[in-house]
C-alpha cells in the first residue's frame, strides 16, 4: 500500500471507539462513522429513563473522546450498506467511502419476536432518546393519575409493565419500585404512589436467566422484598394503548417498557455473510466475516462461540473484541498471520434497587450490599471523563441517603396535560415514538 492503510469503523460504541483509539496510537488512517455524536454508557441508560441520572452524565461526544487521536477522523452519519467486494460503506446521502480494513460494531436493537407494531406502545431503551421518552412516560403517569377521576384510569396509570427479566429488566422494576414507594412519596395528594404496581414479565422460568440460578433466586426475593410482581413463565402476546395481554390475561396499563430480547443491526444483512438466527455476522477465529478477512465484525453484531458458549453481549466482549481486531489489522499490514479471538469473563452483575445487587465474578458470587458497592464501584470507574465520574458519584451518594432522583423534569408537551379527556402519554407521545424507532439501531 503506497499511502497509510484506511481503516474504517462503523459504530461509535465501546467497541468501535476502543478500535479507534488502538489504531490511533499507529501510523493507520482511521475514519469513524455514527448517526449520533456521542458514545453511550448503555449500562446506566436506565437510570436516564427513570430519572437517577441526566443524559449528559453518561453520554460523552465522540470528538471529545478521540481528539487527542490527530490520525483519527469522526463522522456523523448513517452507514445503510457496505459493497464488500469493492471495499466501500455507503452512506443514506453523500458519496460512497473506501476501505483498506472495515469493523463493524453497529450492535444490535430491540428484537419483538415478530411484533414490531408492540413498539408504539412499549418502547425499548437503548438510546438517550429512548430513555428520555420512557422517563416522559412514567412520570406523565403519576401526574394524570393524580387529576383523573376515573379509579380504573387511575388504576391503569399507576401500573407499569415491565416486559423481559434480564439485568436491563432487573434494574429497570427495581427503580420504578423506589420511585414508587421512596421517591415520590408524600408528594402527591390524591394518589397514594405506594399502590402503584410494577409488573415483571419473564418468558423463562426465571429472573436473570444468564446467571447462575443461585443468584437469579436472590434477585427474585429482593424484587419481592420491594413489591415487585415477578410473573416468570410468561410470554406477553399483545400490546396496545390499553395494556398487555399475558397469555389470556389482560392487564391495564398505559406505561410498558420492553427489555425482552434484541436483533442484530440490519447493517450485516449487507455483508454477505452467514447469520446466526437473530441476524449476527457468524464471524471466524480472528473475528474476521468468513471470505473476507480484510473485515471484521465485533460486539453484540458478532456471533463467537468459545468452549461451546456464545460470548455475551455485554460491553467487556466488544472492548476485548475491539483490541483483537486492532492488534490483527496491524499485523495483517505488516505481512503476518492474524492471531485468534479469547474472551476473557470477567462476570457479570444486576442491581436491584437500592444496596442491593446480584455479582458473578470468575468462581464468586456475591449478592445484597456487597454485590451493589461492587457493582458501584465498576461502573464509577468505567464511565468516560472525569468529571462524569464525580458528578455521577456525588448523585449516588445522595440518593442512598435521600431516595432523590434529581433528573425528574418533564420536557415539553405539558400543556396538554391540562386538556380534557387526559391525553395518555402513549398518545401524546405517537411522533417522538416514531421518531425515536428509526433512530434505533445503533451504527
Request: aromatic letters at 6%; one cysteine or more.
Amino acid at each position: 500500500m503506497s499511502e497509510r492503510p484506511h481503516v474504517v469503523i462503523v459504530g461509535g460504541g465501546f467497541g468501535g471507539l476502543q478500535a479507534a483509539k488502538e489504531l490511533g496510537k499507529h501510523d493507520v488512517r482511521v475514519t469513524l462513522i455514527d448517526r449520533t455524536n456521542h458514545h453511550t454508557f448503555q449500562p446506566l441508560l436506565y437510570q436516564v429513563a427513570t430519572a437517577g441520572l441526566n443524559p449528559a452524565d453518561i453520554a460523552v461526544p465522540i470528538r471529545r473522546i478521540l481528539r487527542r487521536y490527530e490520525t483519527v477522523t469522526v463522522l456523523l452519519g448513517d452507514v445503510v450498506r457496505v459493497d464488500v467486494p469493492k471495499k466501500r460503506i455507503y452512506m443514506e446521502d453523500g458519496e460512497p467511502i473506501s476501505y483498506d480494513f472495515l469493523i463493524v460494531a453497529t450492535g444490535a436493537t430491540h428484537s419483538y419476536f415478530g411484533h414490531d407494531e408492540f413498539a408504539e406502545h412499549a418502547p425499548g431503551l437503548k438510546t438517550v432518546d429512548e430513555g428520555l421518552l420512557i422517563r416522559q412516560r412514567i412520570f406523565m403517569a403519576y401526574e394524570e393519575a393524580e387529576r383523573d377521576p376515573d379509579n380504573e384510569r387511575k388504576d391503569a396509570l399507576l401500573t407499569f409493565v415491565v416486559v423481559g427479566g434480564g439485568p436491563t429488566g432487573v434494574e429497570m422494576a427495581g427503580a420504578l419500585s423506589e420511585i414508587a414507594r421512596k421517591t415520590l412519596a408524600r408528594e402527591f395528594r390524591r394518589i397514594d404512589t405506594s399502590k402503584a404496581r410494577i409488573i415483571l414479565v419473564e418468558g423463562g422460568d426465571r429472573v436473570l436467566p444468564s446467571y447462575v440460578p443461585m443468584l437469579s433466586e436472590k434477585a427474585l426475593a429482593s424484587l419481592k422484598k420491594i413489591g415487585v410482581e415477578v410473573r416468570t413463565g410468561a410470554r406477553v402476546t399483545k400490546v396496545d394503548e390499553e395494556g398487555v395481554m399475558i397469555g389470556d390475561e389482560r392487564i391495564r396499563s398505559k406505561t410498558v417498557i420492553w427489555a425482552a430480547g434484541v436483533a442484530a443491526s440490519p447493517l450485516a444483512r449487507s455483508l454477505g455473510a452467514p447469520l446466526d438466527k437473530v441476524g449476527r455476522v457468524m464471524v471466524e477465529k480472528d473475528l474476521s466475516v468468513p471470505g473476507h478477512h480484510e473485515v471484521f465484525v465485533i460486539g453484540d453484531l458478532a456471533h463467537f462461540e468459545q468452549d461451546g458458549h456464545m460470548v455475551p453481549g455485554v460491553a467487556q466482549g466488544a472492548l476485548q473484541g475491539a483490541k483483537c481486531v486492532a492488534k490483527n489489522i496491524l499485523r495483517l499490514i505488516e505481512g503476518d498471520a492474524t492471531a485468534p479471538f479469547v474472551y476473557k469473563d470477567l462476570g457479570s452483575m444486576a442491581t436491584i434497587g437500592r444496596a442491593a445487587a446480584v455479582a458473578e465474578v470468575g468462581s464468586a458470587k456475591m449478592y445484597g450490599f456487597v454485590a451493589w458497592m461492587a457493582w458501584v464501584v465498576l461502573h464509577i470507574v468505567t464511565l468516560i471523563g472525569f468529571k462524569n465520574r464525580v458528578l455521577v458519584f456525588i448523585q449516588w451518594i445522595w440518593a442512598y441517603f435521600t431516595h432523590e432522583r434529581g433528573s425528574r423534569l418533564i420536557h415539553g408537551m405539558v400543556h396538554a396535560a391540562a386538556a380534557e379527556p387526559p391525553v395518555l402519554p402513549s398518545q401524546r407521545g405517537k411522533d417522538l415514538a416514531r421518531s425515536t424507532a428509526r433512530a434505533t439501531a445503533n451504527v
